[in-house]
T-cell receptor
């Protein structure tokens, strides 16, 4: 069974630009969550999608958004990038009664 | 609201010695508990999980953890560590079958385990 796939692995963007990250969950998993990991704040929840609907959202500004497609693949978008958005962005998928399986992450660097 | 406290930010231990990484949580609902390991420049790998049933949970790579509801703890143990166990370990809690914000994973700040030769 293929794992959670995140693309791209690395990104370098300039302040003010926008970026889109992609996540393909494990086949059959309908729930996809996104997390931001930074040295200062640790692992923080961004949002969760289930069957194309945002079910839950963390405490992040509106510049952070996401969506989920009918095949459960998910994208997250960050607009007007700031230096502080530099982080490892992790995607996880799950199904009822199971743990969360994480992808390898996308390392975003904002310069 | 949920929270997780990992009491030790760094744990150095000699190879083949036992290790315990401590985790305490707080939650107003029944919980699911997890331990994840992260190697440099990689994502999170699930070591083990407690969803229900036996409070002693066995995971991959010889790790185990015990859910103690009265002490709200979920400590991770391994009887004999190897150099390859050097990594950062994260304890996490979710609100199980709860709805809304309780369902998300809340992580501790992590424990860096360093196994010395």
């Amino acid at each position: 069974k293929a794992g959670v796939t995140q693309t791209p692995r690395y990104l370098i963007k300039t302040r003010g630009q926008q970026v889109t990250l992609s996540c393909s969950p494990i086949s059959g998993h309908r729930s996809v969550s996104w997390y931001q990991q930074t040295p200062g704040q640790g692992l923080q929840f961004l949002f969760e999608y289930f069957s194309e609907t945002q079910r839950n959202k963390g405490n992040f500004p509106g510049r952070f958004s996401g969506r989920q497609f009918s095949n459960s693949r998910s994208e997250m978008n960050v607009s007007t990038l700031e230096l502080g958005d530099s982080a490892l962005y992790l995607c996880a998928s799950t199904s009822p009664g199971q743990g969360y399986t994480f992808g390898s992450g996308t390392r975003l660097t904002v310069v | 609201a949920q929270s997780v406290t990992q009491l030790d930010s760094q744990v150095p231990v000699f190879e083949e010695a036992p290790v315990e990484l401590r985790c305490n949580y707080s939650s107003s609902v029944s919980v699911y508990l997890f331990w994840y390991v992260q190697y440099p420049n990689q994502g999170l790998q699930l070591l083990l999980k407690y969803l229900s049933g036996s409070t002693l949970v066995k995971g991959i790579n010889g790790f185990e953890a015990e859910f103690n509801k009265s002490q709200t703890s979920f400590h991770l143990r391994k009887p004999s560590v190897h150099i390859s166990d050097t990594a950062e370990y994260f304890c996490a809690v979710s609100g199980g079958t709860s709805s809304g914000s309780a369902r998300q994973l809340t992580f501790g700040s992590g424990t860096q385990l360093t196994v010395l030769p």
